[in-house]
C-alpha cells in the first residue's frame, strides 16, 4: 500500500498515463514498456527512495494485469421516476 502523497500523486499520473495509451488502442506491452521507463526514469533521478519506487512497481503491475481498469465504463442512464 502505498502511503507517501508523493509516490501517490506519481502512481497516479502512471496509472493515467496506462489507461490513456489503452484509450488510444496501445496493447498491453507497449503499457508495459511506458510504465518500466516511466518507473526508471524515477530511479534515474533519485526523486522519492529506491524502496518505494519499489512499491510504486507493485501496485503498478497489479494495476496493469487488472482488466478491469481497461474496461470502458457504461454510462448510467438516469430513469425517470413515476411519482403517484
Known sequence: MLTDPFVIRYYQKLTDGMVDLWHRGSRYEEMRVYMEGY?????????IEGYQ??????EAYRFLRD?????????QMQREHDYY
Not at 482488466?67 to 454510462?75: D, I, T
Open 39 to 47: 518507473l526508471t526514469c524515477l530511479r534515474l533521478t533519485n526523486v
Open 53 to 58: 519506487i519499489h512499491r510504486l512497481e507493485e
Open 67 to 75: 482488466p478491469s481498469n481497461f474496461e470502458l465504463a457504461m454510462p
